[in-house]
């Protein structure tokens, strides 16, 4: 009988609670990503890192990545469900959001957001969103310009270094 206890508690211990990842989910959820200039972001990785509330964050586990979807979705991720490591259901923990342009998760992070707190659910008790709200989320992300816009404002600069040289 102990130790079934002693096994019980142990397994606790271990628990891995689940929350839901999507900044689209009516009524309660609707926080599109957008850059600093208000445009919906698209073309970045999303990078999910969480442990027990109040842990430090370099001491976060990454739990998940997800991309941002495009066209008339642009600025909303693809849903996921990560596992949380060391929470159990009921309890709180804390997420970080990094964000990567392109398709991967190496280099440095465009952008970082959080803490997020969100009770993680076990099995079988559905998982809650991660509470985002219902308003856009600015990632502090500036606007890149596109390649050809550079391209023409390089080519502009170079034909006036030239004009004043030449003059």
Same mark, same amino acid.
């Given at each position: 009988m102990i130790a079934v206890a002693a096994l019980m508690v142990s397994i606790a211990a271990y628990g891995q609670g689940q929350f839901i990842f999507n900044n689209r989910s009516l009524p309660d959820?609707? @926080?599109p990503?957008?850059?600093?200039s208000g445009v919906n972001l698209t &073309?970045?990785? $999303?990078?999910?890192l969480a442990g027990p509330k109040g842990t430090a964050v370099d001491q976060l586990q990454a739990i998940g990545t997800t991309d941002m979807r495009t066209g008339n979705a642009a600025g909303y991720?693809?849903?996921?469900t990560p596992t949380v490591p060391g $929470? @159990? =259901? &009921?309890?709180?923990?804390? $997420?970080?959001?990094k964000f990567f342009q392109g398709t991967s998760t190496s280099g440095t992070a465009a952008a970082t957001l959080g803490p997020f707190t969100v009770t993680v659910q076990e099995a079988p008790a559905t998982p809650v969103p991660l509470p985002l709200g219902t308003s856009p989320i600015n990632t502090g992300i +500036?606007? $890149?310009p596109e390649p050809t816009t550079? @391209?023409? =404002?390089?080519? +502009?600069? =170079?034909s006036l270094l030239a004009l004043r040289r030449r003059n």
């Open positions: 959820v609707n @926080a990503f957008q850059d600093s &073309g970045y990785t $999303v990078q999910l991720v693809n849903p996921t $929470v @159990a =259901g &009921g309890k709180d923990a804390d $997420v970080f959001l +500036g606007t $890149v550079l @391209a023409l =404002g390089l080519i +502009g600069l =170079g």
